[in-house]
């Protein structure tokens, strides 16, 4: 008998044995690639094979997200998968939106501090904690090569808007319908073909939001998001192979060499590079890896992507002649970086998001299966792009 995603699943009662090292790597990786663009390398970064990062790395996080929050989306209640997501993401995001503005900000701003407490990106950035992402604030950063305080924060309406569709395929039922959802896929991707080269067609302001919807890199995520769902869908249908595993590495460097930064926002490459990244995440999600013993304490990737990016700024403003000497200290600000991020993020889940995360374990099924509630069956990194990743 073939083996598939599903029987992998039954084989460790429903809970992918990589997912948690799957989700680190990422965190890890995009940081990585921050600590480049941060540091006014994107002329190198988009003109080498690391441009890949920025087509591959959120889109991946989006499609484990689907793929995990696509079984308890079956098993919960809406309102209950509508909390259980809010618990996950909004407390930790607030946290992360009030320190920046009320401490980080402060502390870093060449402005004086009336003018800082008075103006008006300083009342707009506490919209972030409802999805309306604003990336300045009065004077701050604004020496470093990018002003952005948080550019990671561009993923969380996007994260937003894929909950949304997630609620309304719990409403209609498609989520319990794999044709449904293929054909919900494929009008989607269709879409997006169509608008890019017939929406030129169209008046400019209608074209400018269908092509958000259905062309931008925000619209690759929600691609990305469906596919993981409808891959959780087939799961019992699905090969386990290791064989389709190499040949979707093989499509994803064939697209790293032949493609370029600028074919992020280009539909039809999506079709065949999409599905071999969702394929890498779910294979890799469904394979032991082993990981230090600190990471399995709780789940750090949220906390990393979420504040990596301010302690990146810092970092770079403190010591600009250390971390802006080309290349060599992008790398010296990521092995400081990711030290801190780490930090902040072990902090953050065990003061903050594992406590929350306790009101929910009644109705979490990660959390019965594991007999805890520190790790949940979805956990979404969003808050995906930026400074760009």
Known sequence: MQKTFGHVLS???????????????LAFSIVFAHSLLLTGNDAFFRSSPLWFAEYALVPMFFALSGFLIAGSAQRLSLKNFLLNRGLRIVPALAVD?????LIIGPL????ASRDYFL???????FLNIVGWIHYSLPGVFEENPTHRVNGALWTVPWEIFCYII?????????IKSWQKLALLTGGFILAGLVVQFLGHLLPYRINLVLSTLFVSRGAQLVFAFLLGILAYQLRDFIPHKRSLFVASLAISVLAMLLLSSPSIESVPNRLLVLPALVYITIFVGLTPVPLPSVFHKGDYSYGVYLYHDPFLQILISLAPGLFLIPKTG??????VGICAALGIAVFSWHMIEKPILGMRKKFSFVAKARGVDENADTKILSVEEPVKV
């Open 11 to 25: 084989a460790h009662k429903g809970l992918g044995p990589g997912f948690d090292f799957l989700r680190i790597a």
């Open 97 to 101: 939106i009030v320190v920046c503005a």
């Open 108 to 111: 870093v701003t060449t402005v």
């Open 119 to 125: 103006g008006a990106d300083f009342y707009k950035y």
């Open 166 to 174: 997630m609620s309304a395929l719990m409403i209609t039922s498609i």
């Open 330 to 335: 992008a790398l010296a600000l990521y092995a």
